[in-house]
């Protein structure tokens, strides 16, 4: 009879060190994932929604150089910054291109007195309480929760939203902070056009001092 | 030696466990039109409406009901036809209304509205050739690109009849439209609508102003500057 059979083999002795090593990656490499692929920056930034009518941005706001407050004309003194109705585009488009395809359905929703159905791109939990003009009149612009806006064909979620990212900026509103004049000019830099010490006078100037209370933002 | 199948199983875990990082990057870079994923769902949509939201319960899905026609919203002035519409007993005011006071802020809020509401179509300085313009007037001759434009341009703000129009007359043309110009009133408050007035006369008198406009102390200033330099240089260039 051969005994050999009743012995561990000689590879049986790196058990131990692979499940030690596999008990120490393991569990790091699970923290990282959840850490990376469960985080906001990996579920929600970048969802861009396919819209009902191809409307760019980047022409409207980029190339013909229109102001944000054209279209979204109650961000400086409601909490939404309203989609606009169909009124706003026919300004123009009852005259320019008119007999485009991308546009029938802005000219049929016209005829018929409804909404057109844009679908909504960036979506707070029902539970929490934004308000544009709190910061729009403080000197925070567009580009530092909505990216680029006017580079984008079509528009996505360039920020995660979420509370952490709020509070980052509650805490130190300084690096954000720009002249009210340059609120919709998306190009402006505060951090290359200011220096630390004009953004300071910014601060003092509105006397901003941005709450971490829960009840600012759940109430 | 360690048995083939321990290898193998070892070898398809490591692949399966770059599978998950290779998702994420993927996630973290991308744009993508899928929903969002919310794992833990708490009260992220409510049972309640917001602003532009939808409520299927209507015919048009509308959940902000248009208001009845007819029904005043509340800080909506109608006790004062100057202010509202421009008018004063029946004919275009000639002044301001007394519940606005025209100073250099007033002026400065006017141009930074004109900016927006006004610049696209009329040009920064009034004349009738902003951006909006000129990418119509191209669409208007190219017929394959045009798809249908038909294009009336803006008119120059300066021209001698927008001159003799009384502000109430402007400030008409804003809030309603006249023939291809559009209404603005649903867009621009009525306030911004005076200041954009202001500023339209303040770019108006710029464009034709006299020596009397310039103050006293800076006229010596004015007069040394050459008005024709281009016909100098044209000269000079000739002689040589």
């Not at chain 1, 002795?13 to 596999?22: E, F, H, K, R």
């Not at chain 1, 003194?77 to 991308?102: G, L």
């Not at chain 1, 934004?130 to 909505?146: Q, T």
């Amino acid at each position: 009879m051969n005994r050999q059979h009743y012995v561990f083999p000689k590879w049986s002795n790196m058990l131990l060190p692979t499940l030690i090593a596999v008990s120490t990656v393991v569990p790091l490499y699970v923290v990282l994932l959840a850490a990376y692929g469960f985080s906001p920056k990996a579920t929600d930034v970048g969802y861009q929604p396919e819209q009902p009518i191809p409307f760019s941005h980047a022409v409207h706001a980029g190339q013909l150089g229109m102001d944000c407050r054209y279209c979204h004309n109650t961000v400086e003194v409601a909490a939404k910054a309203a989609i606009p109705p169909t009124q706003t585009c026919m300004n123009c488009h009852e005259k320019i291109k008119k007999d485009s395809d991308q546009l029938q359905l802005l000219h049929e929703t016209y005829q018929r007195g409804e909404s057109i159905p844009w679908v909504r791109v960036h979506d707070l939990p029902d539970y929490v309480y934004f308000h544009h003009a709190a910061h729009i009149s403080r000197g925070v612009g567009c580009v530092s929760c909505h990216g680029r806006v006017d580079q984008m064909e079509v528009v996505y979620q360039h920020e995660p939203l979420s509370m952490a990212w709020c509070l980052n900026c509650h805490r130190n509103p300084e690096p954000h902070l720009r002249p009210l004049g340059e609120i919709t000019n998306l190009a402006y830099d505060p951090m290359v056009e200011l220096t630390a010490d004009e953004r300071h006078q910014l601060r003092k100037l509105h006397s901003i001092d941005p709450s971490q209370d829960c009840s600012t933002c759940h109430r | 030696m360690i048995p083939r199948i321990f290898i193998y199983i070892t070898l398809i875990l490591i692949a399966a466990a770059l599978l998950p990082p290779a998702i994420t990057a993927y996630m973290r870079t991308s744009k993508k039109p899928q929903p969002r994923i919310h794992f833990i769902q708490d009260m992220d949509n409510q049972g309640k409406f917001r602003t532009q939201h939808e409520n299927p319960l209507f015919d048009d899905n509308r959940a902000m009901r248009p208001p009845v026609d007819g029904a005043v919203m509340r800080g909506e002035i109608v006790d004062s036809e100057h202010l509202t519409s421009g008018t004063l007993n029946g004919t275009w005011a000639t002044s301001f209304p007394s519940q606005i006071t025209v100073n250099r802020e007033f002026l400065q809020r006017g141009r930074e509205r004109f900016d927006i509401y006004c610049q696209s179509c009329h040009g920064l300085a009034g004349y009738g050739d902003g951006i909006v313009d000129q990418v119509a007037r191209d669409l208007l001759v190219n017929s394959r690109l045009g798809k249908g434009t038909s294009w009336v341009p803006p008119r120059n703000l300066h021209e001698l009849t927008i001159h003799q129009q009384v502000v109430g007359e402007i400030f008409n043309t804003i809030s309603v439209g006249k023939n291809n110009m559009p209404a603005l009133e649903s867009q621009i408050t009525v306030e911004d609508r005076w200041a954009i007035v202001a500023w339209v006369r303040a770019l108006q008198r710029s464009q034709n102003a006299e020596l009397t406009d310039i103050p006293e102390s800076d006229r010596d200033n004015l007069e040394t500057v050459n008005l024709i330099p281009s016909n100098n240089e044209e000269e000079e260039a000739d002689e040589e």
